[in-house]
């Protein structure tokens, strides 16, 4: 798949209530979900989020007023 990275900039499917889930595992989520897939390797891995020119306004990173939603495992 060639796919390195995952943004908004792609073309990732919302759910119904506008939120986006992102598929990082090693093995296809199937055709449905292929769009917010992000390959990862089968062994550990880091994961990391970089974040460009975020905004000082609320909701916020920079004065904690916006706090990354973290990862959670689903099997």
Known sequence: MNRYSI???QDLKANADG???IYIQNENPGAEKESNWLP???GKFILMLRL????EA???IIDGSWVIPPAQKIS
């Not at 460009?52 to 905004?55: H, N």
């Open 7 to 9: 943004s908004p900039r």
């Open 19 to 21: 939120s986006v889930d």
């Open 40 to 42: 990862a390797p089968k």
């Open 52 to 55: 460009y020119w975020p905004k």
């Open 58 to 60: 609320n909701p916020s």
